[in-house]
């Protein structure tokens, strides 16, 4: 059962005399998962998440100070839990009282007869649901139960196949940046079989993915618009560092910041991307600077979460689309090579003519 179902199985005992230090400020109720903020404000882990992840604002709802990542919450401490697990609590399926919150969950997952259960040969599929006092009953007219030796056999030898099936599709990925005649011989190699017409619908099937992330959302990067045209690279690094770090790029052995150029006008506003370390970062420097004046270069900025578009290398100025924060990635050497498709094999080459 999962950590958020317990709780709505279980009441309090004399809720209103519980002692006010063990109360979620945000949802009222005794803590569920306490955890401490960097500025000792506890809560529950799931009120502190959502409102951290809902408000704009990321700041501790108690003393206001910012930022505030969810990254900087910890367990809270010992003590503290063991009061909570000391509350007594009633379950309201079976209507035992005076339980410890503590032991509330060994009660659901081993006692509570009214608890939903499933039968013991769920693992080999039987479907039957019940509640724990009707199990006796149903295992003596399990039809699963007696076929265990076929059915366990058969169910591991299709997660094995399944197993075998994802490996081959992420290799078959991993090679989608090589060359086209690469991609080829890999997906023909991975299928390793001698039927000519699966190789080529493996193939096929490669050349497809190649084109599907064309807009994809980056959410740990964003893309800035409307900065001044002669912008430096180090400014840009500096203001957007306020709010959270940049990812280091092995690749250019800088920070991920990319500065692009109007393709238009040479003085008119450019672009730039910028990727953090994480997507807190990311939106934060949205709720932050999007449609803010920065007096530092008397501009309004435009930041929205970056979308990555495949460069096509015929248009590459013209496809730069502004309102939506689509840009080009620089192109790489590798980049450049167009993506054609490599000619298949016609089957009569393999095979004798007659
Ligand atoms: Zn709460
Ligand atoms: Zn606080
Ligand atoms: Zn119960
Ligand atoms: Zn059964």
Known sequence: MASDDIFTSMEYINEDSIDSNLICSICQKPFKEPVCTSCDHTYCKQCITRWLTSNKTKSCPTCMKQPLSTKELVQASRPLRNMIDQLRVRCVL??????????????????????TTGCQAADIKCPWKGT?????????????????PILGYLIAENNQLKKKIEQQANEIKKLRGETPEKIGTAAAAAV???DDSDAESIISSTSEMCTDDT??????????????ANVKFNDVFDFFSKIGRIKYDPKTQKASLFIFKNPNNANGPCAAKVTYVDKESASAAIGEYDQKHIPQWNTKLLVCISTRKKAHFKDAGKEHNEAKGTHEEPLTEQ??????KRPHHSKQSHKPTN
């Open 94 to 115: 079976c209507e035992q009282a005076d339980l410890q919150r503590g032991n509330f969950l060994d009660h659901i997952d081993k006692i509570c007869p009214k608890t």
């Open 132 to 148: 724990r006092e009707e199990l006796p009953a149903h295992l003596p007219t399990c039809i699963f139960e007696p076929l265990r």
């Open 192 to 194: 390793a079989v001698d």
């Open 215 to 228: 807009n994809q959302k980056e959410e740990n990067a964003i893309f800035v618009r409307n900065l001044p």
């Open 335 to 340: 980049d450049k090579t167009p993506r054609t």
